[in-house]
């Protein structure tokens, strides 16, 4: 069993920055696949940005160039920095974890743990 925490989120102007973290813990010493979903109201959720178990990261076309992943893996801690913020950015956050994974898929059914999510709201 893996428990994930979020936190990061907030209520930010458009062009401005968040930094996302995702704390795993389950097995010591065991390196999970991580991913960050969103899902904004009324709308499906969708994978945003996933990092493999080697630490390769795999972005969604939308998202490139504004999201980066980064890990520290002696706190299993997945970090998502976003940045230029846009109102359609807005929507709940969520990590998702699986024992291991290739290429960071951002499917849902790829992952079997999530966190309860963490809020992020964008003005114009």
């Known amino acids: 069993q893996v428990q994930l925490l979020e936190s990061g989120g907030g209520s930010v102007q458009a062009g401005g920055s968040l930094r996302l973290s995702c704390a795993a813990s389950?097995?010591?010493?065991?390196?999970?696949?991580l991913a960050w979903f969103r899902q904004a109201p009324g709308s499906v959720r969708e994978g945003v940005a996933g990092?493999?178990?080697?630490?390769?990261?795999n972005y969604a076309d939308s998202v490139k160039g504004r999201f980066t992943l980064s890990r520290d893996n002696a706190k299993n801690t997945l970090y998502l920095q976003i940045d230029s913020l846009k109102p359609e950015d807005t929507a709940m956050y969520y990590c998702?974890?699986?024992?291991?994974?290739?290429?960071?898929?951002?499917?849902?059914?790829?992952?079997?743990?999530w966190g309860q999510g963490t809020q992020v709201t964008v003005s114009s």
């Open positions: 998702a974890a699986a024992g291991w994974c290739r290429d960071a898929p951002l499917s849902r059914n790829a992952y079997d743990w």
């Open positions: 389950g097995a010591p010493d065991r390196t999970y696949c």
């Open positions: 990092m493999g178990n080697d630490g390769r990261s």
